[in-house]
């Protein structure tokens, strides 16, 4: 008998393959001379090279400190920066502990936040489990349903985030088509989403756990509300989190980083949850890692224990309030004079969401992407994957994906870099307008 | 309708709660004066304060340099790392790159190898796929099989390792069952087995190639190398890995950790596969946290670039050879008058492996365990944990589950404490002689 080497990979190695971010990293990789308003990196000269330095000396100072450091930690994350997280929580929720009904047990430390979301999805979703999402919504959260074989049902947003009406509405659809059961969480990014910049209102944030808990009639329902972005605020209010209406403490689930409030190599995130969904999480954490690096751990708890962590946040913000304005500046600059051409003013958050005229697609296979990369060396992630099309309900019951759409970014570029991209882009964009 | 409050998880995490370590690390917590030969720390006093510092120092002296290591990197890693991880393999292999077939794109860096196991797992495994193991193996990867639904079945295995007749055999048998095609991995732990500390033999390292390959009918069956221990090598000789002996590169798989021979807390593994693997790893990797700290990372790098890694190692070795002596020692001294009891003398690796008469079971809620924890105040790790059973197949096709052995560790104890450590194990087994 001829052997065979053809691999037969798992099912979910199916469905996670041909990532779109892959196929960003790869123009940029292929195209050194583009400049990038599209990698989600943070701005690199603003990162906290003397507040990890003298963190790390502190800690190593102390060689029973560092040796702790260089050990094996627990799963769960140090239990000092535990403590340390739930002061921090308390801080920006402007609550306690108490109120919030949190205490060090139902915080897990991950590997950025997305290590989070991806193990919440692991433990919650089967394949064809529901997840309803806002539309546009953060793109790599939908690439981790779709690989755990997850339906991703999106529900219509406007400028105040995502639509309660709509996601009441389609939970009701869900209901009549008897697929009520799969649908296990609502994903929420709160403030200055990824990619739109939008924030939900406090209205809606209120509203959205009263219509998750209407709709548990099978089981329990899961916000899962994602605030990557929430300490990177420009111009107010700061708005409370999902999670502190939360009573209970068991509907919402909550995740926060620090990759894009202090440094992102450090790799340290965490999330909130009642003590069933910690215990799963850190069950499936366990068998996949032992428990994020310690190391970054102890650095990150002295950075908050000496309250440098939130002078950095303070400078930050300017960094990017300023970085922020450059983008709009621009926009205006060279943008405003096309027609039916728009854009969103985020309050915080890195990125500006840009819609073209209808008949301008922006897709990777587009003429204006492959003009914009290779001819005017300026590149943007296209709107169209922010958004999830889900083959199981009428196409009538669905947000459309719209594909004029640019997500742009001015974390990583500098002023001049922002200047320079948006010139750029303009020019690709005018010879389609 | 009354709502509903129930917790609807997925699949997976049924079957991956109740892990043995768990309960394992919650007895550590609950019994504070308990010596643990159970934990699977590394040794505390050796571990690298001094060229961690120097490294990040000489890392943080370029402001350049500092702000890469705290920016995001790539899922694969960071590119100088892997540089210098392909010159450290191809010094343990003691062959050039080119013979061994390997290139920086084949090499992934991990959280651990722990990761790369988990991970590997998630991208080859769909629940009811089979993985064979040697009879006994290292738990915590059973865990991670039984947390993605594999079956696991276990092989014979002698004092040269796992049997390759025995696994031949086993191989025949699934075909005639039909069950062929869901065998996906043979899995192996080839120097220094976590928990029996031996090492699989030359002989079978050559020989499990072409059985994996002659099995190969449906599709390719690849063998997972896990070499966790293998710079750990306290009495010669070292063996080349069973990848050394893949032609092609493609039948095997192998990892390795820089936890045990410099530092778990930086957590930082690697694993070297085909590229097609790389890729699905890659893939998931991606999702699931966009690649392990980049400091570490970094840290790391310099310790290899500088050579102090490798000058660590040799004093490592040196460190945990004394500590290996004197667990035998004080086994010969604490043991030896017990009759049917005797243990396997490791040349390397972090355990020692001890089988007592047949008629005493060793197991959590065993009398033994339960008088060593709570009258002798010490822990060692059942070794029936070690142990997979398939319901799938007829108990006489495969390895009986021993319940009489325990898994012993001088990692983490100091030498008084391996040699009370020992002392108090005999009173507890004494009792039951």
Redesign the interface.
Known sequence: ?A???????????TW??D?P??YL?QQGVENPGVLSLAA???D??S???SI??NA?ESL?SD?GA?????????TAGSLSLRKLLLTHLTNLEQKSAEELGVTVDNLIV???S??YL?LLG?????PG?ICLVAAPTYF?FL??LQ?LGARIISVDTDESGMRMDSLDSTLEMLESQGQLDRV?MIYLVSDYENPSGLSLSVERRKQVIGVA??W?????I?ILEDLAYRELCYDGPVLPSIRSFDKTG?TVILTQTF?KSF?????VGFGVA?K??C??I???K???????????QHILADALRENLYYDHVDYLRSVYREKRDCMLDSAESYFSKFRNVHWIHPRGGLYVWMTLPESIETGFQSPLFQKAIHQDKVMYVPGELCYAFDHGIDSSEQPVIQKNHMRLTFGVQNIEGIREGMKRLSDAVKSFI
Chains 1, 2 share one sequence.
Not at 122 to 126: A, C, G, I, K, T
């Open positions: 008998m052997l065979s080497n053809e691999i037969r990979f798992s099912k979910k190695r996670s393959h990532l971010i892959s990293m989600g990196l943070v690199q000269n990162l906290p090279v990890t330095k790390f190593f060689s560092a040796r702790e450091a260089l050990q094996y930690g627990t991950t590997t950025g997305q290590q991806s692991e433990v919650l979703l089967d489990d790599v690439g981790v690989g296990k808990q209407k548990s009639k099978q089981h329990r899961h068991e990759s440094a992102p190599g450090l790799r009642s069933q969904v215990a799963a850190s069950d499936k366990g068998n996949d890692d032992f428990g994020s690096t310690n190391m970054s």
